[in-house]
Nanobody, 122 residues
Framework: VQLQASGGGSVQAGDSLRLSCAASGLTFSSYGMGWFRQAPGKEREFVAAISWDDASTSYADSVKGRFTISRDNAKNTGYLQMNTLKPEDTAVYYC????????????????WGQGTLVTVSS
């Protein structure tokens, strides 16, 4: 199983980025997906999650209204659209997959990607 996160970069406050998470080696349509992030010196925190069938989503309060999680099961890929980025969004972003589950808990997820760095300057 491999989850390949991509799309990070260095942007200015107010800009947008779209992260992608390409999955292989699993039946993507039976896995919920989550995005987490870890800023320097801080613990990994929940950002957003989506159910395996795209029916339900969940967001951290800090990103609600600015970030949108989505998925394309035909392409085995998940996405995190990030708008109106703030300096406090600076972190390494990780995607994760959970078999027939999704939640805001780190422990729910079976597989993790390698992370992609997002840097937002003011």
């Amino acid at each position: 199983v491999q989850l390949q996160a991509s799309g990070g970069g260095s942007v200015q406050a107010g800009d947008s980025l779209r992260l992608s998470c390409a999955a292989s080696g699993l039946t993507f349509s039976s896995y919920g997906m989550g995005w987490f992030r870890q800023a320097p010196g801080k613990e990994r925190e929940f950002v957003a999650a989506i159910s395996w069938d795209d029916a339900s989503t969940s967001y951290a309060d800090s990103v609600k209204g600015r970030f949108t999680i989505s998925r394309d099961n035909a392409k085995n890929t998940g996405y995190l659209q990030m708008n109106t980025l703030k300096p406090e969004d600076t972190a390494v972003y990780y995607c994760a997959a959970a078999n027939w589950a999704y939640s805001n808990s780190y422990y729910t997820y079976n597989y993790w990607g390698q992370g992609t760095l997002v840097t937002v300057s003011s």
